[in-house]
């Protein structure tokens, strides 16, 4: 029975019948990939994600576009234009949007609303985001030049406002580790355990994304600390080769630009298993928008998000058994499982360093990789994400796989310096 209650008033229920992805990759690096455009890119997503519903080109109705920058990443800005004939949607309607890192997870939003409104029975929603290069607007969109500092440091000012936004900086001045130093005070962690706890951290999620044949880094540590010329890998991840950027943010801690795209189909729940036999229904999705201005911003956004997750599902934090966190701040992850429940309130650095949060942990988080290992896409991401916990939920992830199926899994995205959504997805079968 579907319980409109989940989505709202007069609402359907809505559920995820197909999800598709590319690796995440630096085109100009891999020869399989170079030369690709963002249409291609993007189709290739759309196109794995209409094979895993079972339906095709002409079954689809409508169609959403995520990118996070268009017009610096892909030189244009209606990209859902431009991308329709690489997956047989010439002359169906289609909306593009940007929401920064959020986008993906707004992306999921949008194609729910499309659907539970009953606007439409059948959408895709899709997100790509050529990361490593941009178009130098003189040449076709495959000849790429190099993402300079020059260009994505003045374009990531451009996402605080100049009158009355409290300006945090765009780039290095960004203030990476405004969370993590707050959470240091409060719980009285000293600098090197706050190293040593994200040092743990990037160690099990890049250990996911050895397993991952879609993740841009891919190499275990203890390989690249061999390589070296160490023998013991905590060792290298304090050396010179992983050196810090930040306070308290390592190499290992960032989230490396990625090539990428991914796409999910979302139906009606009621028909959902007309297509897969293994349907995720969009139980809710709680959103919180903060500007610059507010102190703390992320942690707040997320608390209020997942309240309003909570308050529409009538779930509990001991009802999630997966979680994935936007993690381009790597200790988000540990800090936004702590914000939304999922981990005890001043614990999440204690099960990060006993290694509980890896893909085999009884709290997994960012089974992926998260984007320290996965790479990041941007835009793409989130909806890369949502793909992991389709086939997380389905079990699908082959060695990977979380030890307890998920029923419940919550995604927290964040991006855009204050968009932050709040997921809850389950298994309806």
Same mark, same amino acid.
């Given at each position: ?6 989505l ?10 197909? !999800?598709? #992805? ?41 169609f959403f576009?995520?990118?996070?920058? =268009? ?7 209606? =990209?859902n234009i431009?991308?329709?004939?690489? +997956? ?21 939003e949008?194609? %729910?609303?499309? !659907? #539970? ?6 959408? @895709?929603?899709g997100?790509?985001e ?23 440091f ?5 996402? +605080? ?43 099990h999620?890049r250990?996911?994304? #050895?397993?991952?044949?879609?993740? *841009? @880094?891919?190499? =275990? ?11 013991? $890998? ?5 050396? /010179? ?9 390592? %190499? ?24 897969n036999?293994?349907?995720i229904e ?6 919180? $928008? ?18 309003q997750?909570?308050? *529409?599902?009538? *779930?509990?934090?001991?009802d ?7 993690? +381009?701040? *790597? ?12 981990? /005890?309130?001043?614990?999440g ?6 290694? &509980?949060?890896? +893909? ?33 939920m ?5 060695? &990977?796989? %979380? ?11 964040f ?5 932050? &959504? ?8």
């Amino acid at each position: 029975m579907v319980n409109n209650v989940k989505l709202g008033k007069n609402l359907r229920s809505v559920s995820i019948v197909g !999800v598709g #992805a590319t690796p995440f990759v630096n085109v100009e690096e891999n020869p399989k990939y170079r030369g690709l455009t963002n249409g291609e890119m993007f189709g290739y997503a759309a196109l794995d994600a209409m094979k895993d519903a079972g339906v095709e080109p002409r079954d689809v109705q409508y169609f959403f576009h995520g990118s996070a920058n =268009p017009h610096v990443l892909n030189h244009c800005i209606t =990209p859902n234009i431009q991308v329709a004939d690489w +997956f047989g949607m010439r002359g169906k309607g289609s909306l593009s949007h940007s929401e920064g890192c959020c986008t993906g997870y707004i992306g999921l939003e949008e194609a %729910v609303m499309a !659907v #539970a409104s009953g606007a439409y029975d059948i959408v @895709l929603s899709g997100c790509c985001e050529m990361g490593t290069g941009m178009p130098d607007g003189n040449t076709p969109d495959h000849m790429r030049v190099p993402l300079t500092t020059e260009v994505l440091f003045p374009d990531l000012d451009s996402i +605080f406002d100049r009158a009355y936004g409290r300006y945090l900086g765009g780039g290095p001045g960004m203030n990476h580790d405004d969370w993590i130093n707050y959470y240091a005070k409060e719980n009285g962690l000293s600098a090197d355990l706050v190293d040593d706890v994200l040092n743990r951290t990037s160690y099990h999620f890049r250990r996911a994304a #050895a397993l991952n044949e879609r993740a *841009l @880094l891919r190499t =275990p540590y203890e390989e690249l600390a061999k390589e070296a010329g160490f023998d013991d $890998v905590w060792e290298y991840m304090k050396s /010179p080769y992983n050196p810090k950027m930040t306070q308290y943010l390592r %190499v290992s801690s960032n989230a490396p630009g990625a090539d990428g795209a991914a796409a999910c189909i979302v139906v009606p729940t009621e028909t959902a298993k007309q297509f897969n036999s293994k349907p995720i229904e969009v139980l809710g999705i709680g959103a919180s $928008v903060l500007d610059s201005m507010v102190p703390h911003l992320e942690k707040k956004a997320t608390a209020e998000a997942a309240r309003q997750v909570y308050e *529409l599902t009538g *779930l509990t934090p001991e009802d999630i058994d997966l979680l994935l966190v936007n993690d +381009f701040i *790597l200790p988000s992850s540990f800090l936004a499982a702590e914000e939304v429940g999922y981990l /005890p309130k001043g614990s999440g650095w204690k099960y990060a360093m006993e290694g &509980r949060l890896a +893909f085999d942990g009884d709290k997994p988080i960012n089974t992926n990789g998260g984007r320290s290992s996965y790479g990041h896409a941007f835009g793409a991401s989130g909806m890369a994400d949502i793909y992991e916990a389709v086939i997380q939920m389905r079990g699908e992830a082959g060695e &990977r796989q %979380v030890k307890k199926l998920p029923k419940h899994t919550m995604l927290r995205g964040f991006g855009g310096a204050q968009n932050v &959504r709040a997921i809850i997805l389950e298994s309806g079968f």
